[in-house]
């Protein structure tokens, strides 16, 4: 079992910084791979960043890249978003998710096993 709590969403204006933790409990924190996702208002929930157990690789999607960086440190069993430029279509629920078979990772939410609570992340105009 892995619990996984995500802090730091709030209201914040366009352009504006925001960075999200998500602290792991219940494993062994250096042994899963971590991702964000959001969901956004009537939309699916899609795919934000995601990384490595050892943190060495990334990967963005598309709407993000440039802007988020997701960074982990195994040592606090916490996975990092920082999200610059932030823009209207960034507002959504942001969930940070863990995988723990062999193959987990990546951008598929079926890849995850454990998932947070959510965090709701605003951007206004």
């Known amino acids: 079992q892995v619990q996984l709590v995500e802090s730091g969403g709030g209201l914040v204006q366009t352009g504006d910084s925001l960075r999200l933790s998500c602290v792991a409990s219940g494993r062994t924190f250096s042994s899963l791979p971590m991702g964000w996702f959001r969901q956004a208002p009537g939309k699916e929930r899609e795919f934000v960043t995601a990384i490595s157990r050892s943190g060495s690789n990334t990967d963005y999607a598309d709407s993000v890249k440039c802007r988020f960086t997701i960074s982990r440190d195994n040592a606090k069993n916490t996975v990092y978003l920082q999200m610059n430029s932030m823009k209207t279509e960034d507002t959504a629920v942001y969930y940070c998710?863990?995988?723990?078979?062999?193959?987990?990772?990546?951008?598929?939410?079926?890849?995850?096993?454990?998932w947070g609570q959510g965090t709701q992340v605003t951007v206004s105009s």
């Open positions: 998710a863990a995988g723990i078979r062999t193959y987990s990772g990546g951008r598929s939410p079926k890849s995850y096993d454990y």
